[in-house]
């Protein structure tokens, strides 16, 4: 009986052929352009006002800021020590104050911006 030899078929792998997508170049993302912090300004210098006796009050004469959105904080000084309580624009001099010269401290703030601190000067002491 002859024998017969089964033939085998050669297999072959499959060749990948390269993608021929055409290759996209990114486009670059614009940098933003920073928006500058607006600046607080002011006119002159805040001022002490009123009678410096012990029992009348006194306030802060304002001065103009810009832009009008500036939120503004006040520090009553006496003798350079803080004034426990005092942050607002006028303060009623109690017998505490006497014979203490008067400064305040007004800090001008807005968002995105530098902080803007102006001092009165230094008023004459309380009196009685």
């Not at 928006?35 to 006194?58: C, D, K, M, Q, Y």
């Amino acid at each position: 009986t002859p024998t017969t030899t089964p033939t085998t078929t050669p297999t072959t792998t499959p060749t990948t052929t390269p993608s021929t997508t055409p290759s996209t170049t990114p486009t670059p993302t614009p940098t933003p352009t920073p928006v500058p912090a607006p600046a607080i300004t002011h006119s002159g210098v805040p001022r002490v006002v009123g009678t410096l006796e012990v029992g009348r009050v006194v306030r802060v004469r304002r001065v103009d800021f810009s832009p009008s959105d500036v939120r503004l904080r006040y520090q009553w000084r006496a003798d350079g020590r803080k004034v426990r309580g005092a942050t607002k624009p006028r303060l009623v001099l109690t017998r505490s104050l006497l014979g203490s010269r008067l400064r305040v401290r007004v800090t001008a703030l807005l968002p995105g911006a530098p902080t803007v601190v102006v001092r009165t000067r230094p008023t004459a002491r309380v009196r009685a």
